[in-house]
C-alpha cells in the first residue's frame, strides 16, 4: 500500500513539473528472473528497467544537429 501511494506521488510530481516518469514498478513482473527477492532487481530486471527508461527518454535527447529524436550513435 506504501509503494502505490509514493508512486501516485512521485507520478503527480512528475506532471506537475512536465517532467518524464516511468513506472517501472508497474511493467517490471515479480518472476524470480526479475525479482531476486522480491525487492532487488536481478541483473535481467535491472535491463528490463534500463530499457524501459531508453525507450521512455531517447526520444528526448537531441540528435547531433540539435532536433529531437534518437541519438545518432555512429
Given amino acids: 500500500a506504501i509503494f502505490g501511494r509514493m508512486q501516485e506521488e512521485l507520478r503527480n510530481f512528475a506532471e506537475e513539473r512536465k517532467i518524464p516518469f516511468v513506472d517501472a514498478g508497474?511493467?517490471?513482473?515479480p518472476t524470480d528472473e526479475l525479482l531476486g527477492d522480491s525487492?532487488?532487481?536481478t541483473a535481467a530486471g535491472?535491463?528490463?528497467v534500463a530499457?524501459?527508461?531508453q525507450s521512455r527518454?531517447?526520444?528526448l535527447l537531441p540528435n547531433c544537429d540539435?532536433?529531437?529524436?534518437a541519438v545518432?550513435?555512429?
Wanted: charged share 25%; glycine share 8%.
Fill in 26 to 29: 508497474a511493467q517490471i513482473q
Fill in 51 to 53: 530499457s524501459l527508461l
Fill in 39 to 41: 525487492i532487488h532487481l
Fill in 66 to 69: 540539435g532536433s529531437a529524436g
Fill in 72 to 74: 545518432d550513435r555512429q
Fill in 46 to 48: 535491472e535491463e528490463r
Fill in 57 to 59: 527518454l531517447e526520444p
